[in-house]
């Protein structure tokens, strides 16, 4: 046995370090809630929109039951209908071309590009037919995708962008938040990003009225009041605990994204040399790092490598979104070259605000060994 797999395991992320300074908050929280009798929606909900829109810099939040959710209601209020093509990017999460189903059009994808791993802007437009309606860029691991290009290439068209920002919160490109040169933009609270719920959430953010209108009527489904029906929507709104829950967080947020600044820049010191590929920081673009994610020579034997010396670690994602056996697997081999490339190379090492700098070493230097050793236990 290596004696290093007695030291004690660094998780991907610790949400109970992170949640243990906030205990009285969460339970005042809920106490607040219980005894308001407002579960769904409500005064809490409420206000966690406006305190969200003015923290991402919007002029809408609309609280939405998950991520996906915020999708698929957010590009039926765009107008996407059954029979509607919408173009996302061949490696995302899963979530960003199921929720085009659940919105009733057929998700088409694209390739990134491998700075970002944002939308490639000659496969977008390359994927572009008389029946697209929407594309959703997705902004991967807390950096904002290169949206120019894209905003030019669909505005030339009337095609509207619905940015999936569910690993974003905070993010900014040029100093203009995510949300704010699109139609909009969506986020999910799943506990682990970085902005958490204490189960499932979402919201999309945008500046545009319209949208944030048609978004509130959709979630409910479609009730514009006294049961009234004038849309056929769904059910997909946020309780009132929950946002008093993101509530509490959010007040932590803007500390929580230094931290995690503060963990990547302390790994880019100690990978220094390393023959790993380290997240790129472009000029103008703020990264809230969701995610450290390197790309790596041998990654699958370096991740078992760590996980032998307790340290853990994740690929985001090992199957480009196409390939999944969901679709036509077979069919889009090598179609996609840079998102077949990013998903054999891409592991996220732990960069959550709890982790410590001794971590940070300990973590550089089992990579350090297994490249400079050989790979060898």
Same mark, same amino acid.
């Not at 109970?16 to 908050?25: F, I, K, Q, S």
């Given at each position: 046995?290596?004696?290093?797999?007695?030291?004690?395991?660094?998780?991907?992320?610790?949400?109970? @370090?992170?949640?243990?300074?906030?205990?009285?908050?969460?339970?005042?929280a809920f106490d607040r809630v219980l005894?308001?009798?407002?579960?769904i929606l409500g005064a809490e909900h409420?206000?966690?929109?406006?305190?969200?829109?003015?923290?991402?810099?919007?002029?809408?939040?609309?609280?939405?039951?998950?991520?996906?959710?915020?999708?698929?209601?957010?590009?039926? @209020?765009?107008?996407?209908?059954?029979?509607?093509?919408?173009?996302?990017?061949?490696?995302?999460?899963?979530?960003?071309?199921?929720?085009?189903?659940?919105?009733?059009?057929?998700?088409?994808?694209?390739?990134?590009?491998?700075?970002?791993?944002?939308?490639?802007?000659?496969?977008?437009?390359?994927?572009?037919?008389?029946?697209?309606?929407?594309?959703?860029?997705?902004?991967?691991?807390?950096?904002?995708?290169?949206?120019?290009?894209?905003?030019?290439?669909?505005?030339?068209?009337?095609?509207?962008?619905?940015?999936?920002?569910?690993?974003?919160?905070?993010?900014?490109?040029?100093?203009?938040?995510?949300?704010?040169?699109?139609?909009?933009?969506?986020?999910?609270?799943?506990?682990?990003?970085?902005?958490?719920?204490?189960?499932?959430?979402?919201?999309?953010?945008?500046?545009?009225?319209?949208?944030?209108?048609?978004?509130?009527?959709?979630?409910?489904?479609?009730?514009?009041?006294?049961?009234?029906?004038?849309?056929?929507?769904?059910?997909? /709104?946020?309780?009132?605990?929950?946002?008093?829950?993101?509530?509490?967080?959010?007040?932590?947020?803007?500390?929580?994204?230094? @931290?995690?600044?503060?963990?990547?820049?302390?790994?880019?010191?100690?990978?220094?040399?390393?023959?790993?590929?380290?997240?790129?920081?472009?000029?103008?673009?703020?990264?809230?790092?969701?995610?450290?994610?390197?790309?790596?020579?041998?990654?699958?034997?370096?991740?078992?490598?760590?996980?032998?010396?307790?340290?853990?670690?994740?690929?985001?994602?090992?199957?480009?979104?196409?390939?999944?056996?969901?679709?036509?697997?077979?069919?889009?081999?090598?179609?996609?070259?840079?998102?077949?490339?990013? @998903?054999?190379?891409?592991?996220?090492?732990?960069?959550?605000?709890?982790?410590? /700098?001794?971590?940070?070493?300990?973590?550089?230097?089992?990579?350090?060994?297994?490249?400079?050793?050989?790979?060898?236990?």
């Open positions: 046995m290596n004696a290093s797999t007695t030291e004690r395991p660094i998780p991907l992320l610790d949400l109970a @370090a992170l949640h243990r300074p906030l205990t009285d908050e969460l339970r005042q005894a308001s009798g407002q579960f409420d206000a966690f929109e406006r305190e969200l829109a003015a923290a991402c810099g919007t002029k809408h939040a609309v609280g939405l039951s998950s991520g996906t959710s915020a999708i698929s209601v957010g590009l039926q @209020a765009l107008g996407v209908k059954p029979g509607d093509e919408v173009i996302v990017p061949a490696f995302t999460y899963f979530a960003t071309a199921s929720a085009v189903y659940h919105s009733g059009a057929t998700p088409v994808f694209a390739d990134v590009e491998p700075t970002r791993f944002g939308l490639d802007p000659a496969s977008l437009e390359a994927a572009i037919t008389p029946r697209t309606k929407a594309v959703v860029p997705v902004h991967l691991y807390g950096l904002a995708c290169d949206l120019a290009p894209l905003v030019d290439i669909c505005s030339r068209r009337g095609i509207p962008l619905l940015e999936d920002a569910a690993q974003a919160i905070g993010a900014t490109d040029g100093g203009r938040p995510v949300g704010a040169t699109t139609a909009g933009a969506t986020l999910s609270f799943f506990p682990t990003k970085n902005l958490g719920a204490l189960g499932d959430a979402g919201a999309l953010l945008t500046d545009r009225d319209d949208v944030a209108e048609r978004t509130r009527l959709l979630r409910v489904h479609g009730d514009a009041g006294d049961y009234r029906h004038t849309a056929l929507g769904t059910n997909a /709104r946020l309780d009132g605990l929950q946002a008093a829950f993101l509530r509490v967080k959010l007040r932590h947020l803007t500390g929580w994204t230094e @931290a995690r600044r503060r963990n990547a820049a302390l790994y880019r010191e100690a990978l220094a040399g390393a023959p790993v590929i380290l997240p790129v920081e472009p000029a103008g673009a703020l990264h809230t790092y969701h995610q450290f994610t390197i790309r790596a020579p041998r990654r699958d034997d370096l991740q078992l490598h760590l996980k032998d010396r307790g340290i853990a670690s994740r690929v985001y994602y090992p199957i480009p979104v196409p390939a999944q056996p969901c679709f036509d697997g077979a069919a889009a081999v090598g179609k996609f070259p840079v998102s077949d490339r990013l @998903a054999g190379e891409v592991l996220s090492l732990p960069i959550g605000p709890e982790l410590t /700098r001794e971590s940070i070493d300990r973590i550089a230097g089992a990579i350090g060994s297994f490249y400079g050793g050989g790979g060898g236990a």
